[in-house]
């Protein structure tokens, strides 16, 4: 495994995962934990806390749950060019009282046209095309 770049500062991703897809994302995690480790990581508050568990060497910050605010953290750190991407194992086949933060944190990771991965096959791609890159200056 390569570092993703050369800076001082390791660019930052965030991971959150719905409940159905929790199990999936520490999957994910432990099988590239070492890939992972390479980046600051941030994460909805429940989803850290899975992620702790399974991968205690990871530094993770942990933010709001989901439906509390984290999305919509997530979303500011966006907004302001402090993510380079996003993984979200979202799932499309359960109701969510926070739907509109969920539209509004895929919306934003359109809008600045950062990497984001919907599901896991997405997210393989993306490790293996090493395509989290720090993420552009905010030029506002
Ligand atoms: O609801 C979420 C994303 O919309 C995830 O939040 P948690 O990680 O706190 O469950």
């Not at 850290?48 to 953290?73: E, N, W």
Request: hydrophobic residues 50%; negative net charge.
């Amino acid at each position: 495994m390569t570092a993703p770049i050369a800076s001082a500062v390791p660019p930052a991703i965030a991971l959150v995962a719905h409940d159905a897809k929790k199990d999936e994302m520490v999957a994910f995690a432990r099988a590239h934990e070492a890939w992972l480790s390479a980046f600051r990581l941030f994460a909805t508050g429940t989803t850290g806390g899975r992620i702790k568990d399974a991968c205690p060497a990871l530094d993770v910050t942990r933010l709001k749950s989901g439906p509390l605010g984290g999305d919509q953290q997530i979303g500011a750190m966006i907004a302001e060019a402090r993510l380079s991407g996003l993984i979200f194992f979202i799932d499309p086949l359960s109701p969510m009282p926070h739907d509109v933060d969920v539209k509004a944190l895929t919306r934003l990771s359109v809008v600045y046209d950062i990497p984001m991965a919907l599901n896991r096959a997405t997210a393989e791609l993306l490790i293996r095309a090493d395509g989290f890159h720090p993420a552009p200056v905010s030029s506002d």
